[in-house]
């Protein structure tokens, strides 16, 4: 029964060492998903601006052709579908930051348990080789004792 108890607790050391590294792999994950949402939601902000700088510029024009309004015009479309293609992402990217903080709850939920388990395993370890100690040391005080009262 010891070496089947010791067994196991080396088998959930290595879960909880398992569990530790998917931990930090979900965390990393996080962290890299918030970078690519930061990243696009200031991109969308920088085209969000462009379209207003040109918007104005086309409204202080003072000498403007026809042409120059529709030139300006058509870059304001392109920006406007570069904008809606990175709020697209934008949202996506929130998904998959929401997607990777669930992992990372469920991944520390589980390295708490891992953790709760071998420490529960442990301190049954700990009892039985208290109770096998001192099993043996009341057989050894018996064994005197019994020498003793022989040889009188």
């Known amino acids: 029964m010891k070496d089947a108890l010791k067994a196991s607790l080396k088998r959930l050391e290595r879960l909880v060492q398992i569990r530790d590294t998917y931990v930090d792999a979900a965390e990393a994950g996080v962290k890299q998903a918030e970078r690519e949402l930061r990243g696009l939601e200031a991109a969308e902000r920088e085209v969000a601006g462009n379209i207003q700088q040109v918007q104005a510029g086309i409204a202080y024009l003072n000498k403007a052709t026809g042409h120059d309004v529709q030139v300006d015009d058509r870059y304001i479309q392109a920006l406007s579908r570069q904008r809606k293609q990175l ?3 934008v949202e996506k990217a929130a998904d998959n930051l929401e997607h ?7 991944a520390m939920r ?8 071998q ?4 301190h049954q370890w700990e009892r039985e080789d208290d109770t ?8 050894d005080a018996i064994a005197r ?8």
């Open 87 to 89: 709020q697209q992402l």
């Open 100 to 106: 990777r903080r669930r992992e990372w709850t469920e």
């Open 110 to 117: 589980e390295q708490k348990i891992a953790a709760k388990l």
């Open 132 to 139: 096998a100690q001192q099993k043996s040391q009341d057989d």
């Open 145 to 152: 004792y019994v020498r003793t009262r022989r040889e009188k």
């Open 119 to 122: 420490e529960r395993r442990l």
